[in-house]
């Protein structure tokens, strides 16, 4: 995929606001360029931890998932694959700055910790 065609996150809106002050959704702040142009460092986005309670996520969408051999660091990375068991081929859109699964292999969906919404504020 050209990077003209990846996806956008739009802002957040009340509704967002109001689903992060009522802890419905998780804010993080980006801090590597793997996700460029999408997402720049320094970044915030707003990400809903339940997401994928009831469905496996859905190609195209963004992700933060736990570090595979790093426990408490997060990636966030788009999904590129998902096949019938659960597991994810997670990418950078800036293929040049980021691990990902080329490197760390597919990740099991217990290990995403959310799906990226929007960006904040």
């Known amino acids: 995929m050209e990077q003209d065609q990846f996806p956008t996150l739009d802002h957040a809106n009340w509704a967002d606001v109001g689903l992060w002050l009522w802890r ?7 801090e590597g360029r793997s996700m460029l142009p999408t997402l720049e460092p320094g970044q915030e986005v707003l990400i809903n931890p339940r997401a994928y309670a009831q469905q ?13 051999q790093r426990p ?3 990636l966030i990375k788009r999904v590129v694959a998902v096949d019938g068991e659960g597991c994810c081929d997670l990418r950078g859109d800036n293929p040049a700055e980021s691990t990902d699964s080329r490197q760390l292999g597919w990740l099991s969906r217990d290990r995403i910790l959310g799906q990226v919404v929007c960006r904040f504020p």
């Open 56 to 68: 496996p996520p859905q190609v195209q969408d963004v992700v933060v998932a736990e570090h595979p």
């Open 72 to 74: 408490g660091f997060r």
């Open 24 to 30: 419905r959704r998780r804010r993080l702040r980006v």
